[in-house]
């Protein structure tokens, strides 16, 4: 995972909410065995509409999206994230996130930005106003700045999530650092506990 | 220390899992006691074992089953779609390749992740389960902490049968009073989400208590607490008791003799103690509780099936009003149009929210000696080989059959349309699984989501019907 410090680009404001993971990336998409490939299926069946917002060409090449709250609530497939990715955001900004969405883009390196329902509008507004603003999050100071229009607001990140984007850092490394504490937790574990092996025909 | 302080319950079962408490703001590290995987959120996460050269920690607690996209007609043919038939085969080499227990389409264990776990005895109160699968909080219903991750977290768990995790918060969610006899877990669980929202339970683990929950069977347990998600709710748990334990008595893993003696001793320490307080408390007058219907195109836009289509602009708040206008044209309803007056195409009983025994047997008591509506297409997909051969013992397929419905082989089908059961663009169904999203039925498809003896009443009268209404 590549480390993230600033994520300083064009937004395109998605003006929905409770967008959830199976309208980021539709359930046909989810069959493909691989972790690339997914940049044609984000939002494939709103970009059939040629007035939905990323076929306006005002907002190409945008590194972040700005969407309503309840932002990848639903189905956990982490191809919603990677399918974000590889068409190019790098950040996404929205009053609220489903949590299992939360987790999936911290384990990508993909900003998940949370700020107050009012500065999410006023966000809103001014990227629909303006396509070109040029908004910066900084992942260090936990910032959203759009210079142009005197726009700046902190968001919430927990220090641990903050950690891993800045470091790149990946869990399995920093987990298996404590392999010795997961031997002695197997050790007192109820010898009852169930064990997915001997089935009975 | 603060080893007296009183607990709630999912904060003692996250106790015992600590592997490591987690020092300056880093997540606790859990153990993980069980892990299911399927063919459509794993074959990301081998091929990240095999890139990093790890093995898998733990396959005696990791097992794998062919659900989410496996067709429910002919099942002794190879799959025809190329791309599923290829997920499939990458499940059953990765299964091979890392020792991993699996049941194919057509082995009696198969079925809905969810649904075999529980029959085979393998959720248990008190344990940690999770799976690439949001709907993982059906194993709450145990008492145990379960909760969906996405594929990198998948990885983690094969790699170190752990997972990181900040504590999560705690909710309070109780039923009282008595439920009427016409509604039903289903009901319950869709006015849980109607009143407290989609976004309701994010960053909780919402545990459901009073008398309604404590009435209800381990079947209907799992249909609230799958339904935990919908409510953006961490997970859903509740406190096991008698219904719990004789349940899991004769299930091929339970514990046996002296072990399931300590066992039981240790299941009943798992309850919320006195004193104890949620972040989140709130309560549902259980009495007030009947059919439910969604009319949007997420779990929370729901109203009784006595009710009529709402209109936007009694969303006072934004974006509420904004969603609602855009759901129901979608949905291609209008406003003030009673429920039953709404017409379906299609009928679906199934997914891991209602498709184990229980539900096949209420729905069949509503459509025996009845005749399917004209032009309904009706499918009853069974969720597990072993709740398919159950319903055949009772003679519940010649049932279905009688009246009009396709009985079929066991899967998540048209739950999500990864296989050949989709609807068609505007096609509107009924359907007794847990999401009404755009498309997530077939792309532009249209879904209301129902109990299985409302489900079972629509096919018959051809539009939105409880049973009482039938002639
Ligand atoms: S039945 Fe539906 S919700 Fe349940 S596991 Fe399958 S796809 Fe997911």
Redesign the interface.
């Given at each position: 995972m590549k480390a993230v410090r600033i994520v300083q680009g064009r937004a395109v404001p998605l003006d929905r909410s409770d967008v959830d993971t199976d309208q980021i990336i539709p359930s046909d998409w989810l069959k493909r065995v691989e972790r690339t490939g997914f940049d044609e299926g984000l939002f494939a069946t709103w970009r059939d509409d040629p007035d939905f917002i990323l076929n306006n060409k005002n907002y190409r090449g945008a590194k972040i999206l700005v969407a309503g709250t309840n932002f990848g609530t639903g189905s956990s497939r982490e191809h919603a994230v990677w399918a974000i990715q590889q068409y190019g955001f790098e950040a996404v900004v929205s009053p609220r996130f489903a949590d299992i969405f939360r987790n999936n883009c911290t384990k990508n390196g993909l900003v998940a930005v949370q700020v107050s329902p009012d500065c999410g509008s006023d966000l809103m507004a001014a990227v629909q106003a303006a396509p070109d603003l040029q908004v910066t999050i900084d992942v260090t100071q936990l910032t959203v700045k759009v210079p142009a229009i005197k726009f700046a607001t902190t968001y919430k990140m927990d220090v641990a999530t903050q950690r891993r984007l800045l470091e790149g850092l990946g869990d399995i490394e920093l987990t298996l650092q404590h392999a010795n504490d997961i031997v002695t937790y197997e050790q007192n574990r109820r010898h009852w506990l169930p064990r997915s092996v001997s089935f009975p025909e | 220390m603060l080893e007296h302080r009183p607990k709630t319950l999912s904060e003692k079962i996250w106790d015992r899992h600590l592997?490591?408490v987690?020092q300056?703001?880093?997540?606790d590290?859990l153990?993980i006691?069980?892990h299911l995987i399927h063919e459509?959120?794993s074959?990301?996460a081998f091929?990240g074992l095999r890139i990093?050269g790890?093995t898998i920690?733990r396959?005696?607690?990791?097992?794998a089953t062919e659900d989410?996209?496996v067709p429910t007609t002919d099942i002794d043919k190879p799959i025809k779609?190329e791309?599923?038939r290829?997920?499939v085969e990458?499940l059953r080499r990765n299964v091979e390749d890392f020792g991993?227990?699996s049941f194919p389409m057509g082995h009696?264990?198969q079925g809905i992740v969810h649904v075999i776990g529980p029959e085979?005895?393998?959720t248990?109160p008190g344990?940690t389960i999770v799976c690439?699968?949001?709907h993982t909080s059906t194993h709450g219903a145990f008492g145990a902490i379960a909760?969906?991750?996405?594929?990198?977290?998948v990885?983690?768990v094969l790699?170190?049968?752990?997972l990181?995790q900040?504590r999560t918060g705690t909710m309070s969610v109780k039923v009282t009073g008595e439920l009427p006899p016409d509604a039903t877990a289903k009901d319950v669980v869709l006015t849980i989400i109607g009143t407290i929202g989609?976004?309701g339970g994010?960053?909780k683990i919402i545990e459901y208590r009073g008398p309604v929950i404590a009435g209800l069977s381990m079947e209907g347990r799992m249909t609230v607490c799958n339904m935990s998600?919908e409510a953006?709710a961490?997970a859903g748990l509740i406190a096991p008791d008698e219904v719990t334990f004789s349940y899991l008595r004769d299930k091929?893993?339970?514990?046996k003799g002296a072990?399931w003696d300590?066992?039981i001793a240790?299941w009943k320490t798992l309850c919320t103690d006195q004193g104890a307080s949620f972040d989140d408390e709130v309560t549902i007058d259980g009495s007030k509780i009947g059919p439910m219907v969604t009319w949007g195109t997420?779990p929370g836009q729901v109203v009784a099936l006595d009710d009529v289509v709402p209109d936007p602009d009694s969303f006072k708040e934004s974006?509420?009003r904004?969603?609602a206008s855009?759901a129901l044209e979608y949905m291609g309803i209008t406003a003030g149009t009673a429920m039953r007056d709404i017409t379906v195409d299609t009928v679906f009983i199934g997914s891991c929210t209602n498709s184990r025994i229980e539900d096949l047997r209420s729905a069949a008591a509503v459509v025996d000696g009845r005749r399917v509506a004209k032009g309904v297409r009706t499918l009853v997909v069974p969720g597990s080989g072993q709740v398919r051969a159950q319903a055949e013992a009772e003679g519940l397929p010649e049932i279905f059959r009688a009246a009009g419905f396709d009985w079929r082989e066991p899967g998540c089908s048209m739950c999500?349309?990864?296989n050949p059961d989709k609807l068609s663009p505007g096609e509107r169904s009924a359907s007794t699984s847990n999401?009404n999203?755009?498309?997530?039925q077939g792309?532009?498809g249209r879904t209301h989501l129902v109990s299985p003896p409302v489900a079972a009443a629509t096919a018959i009268a051809g539009t939105f019907a409880a049973p009482a209404d039938l002639a």
């Open positions: - | 592997v490591k987690g300056n703001s880093e997540p590290l153990y006691d069980l459509v959120t074959p990301q091929e990093s790890r920690r396959p005696d607690l990791t097992l989410h996209n779609d791309i599923s290829k997920q990458t991993i227990t009696p264990n085979l005895g393998l248990q344990m690439g699968d949001s909760f969906g991750i996405g594929t990198s977290e990885e983690h790699a170190t049968q752990t990181p900040s989609t976004g994010i960053g998600i953006g961490k091929p893993h339970a514990p072990d300590e066992a240790d997420n974006p509420y904004e969603s855009r999500l349309a990864m999401r999203f755009e498309g997530r792309s532009l």
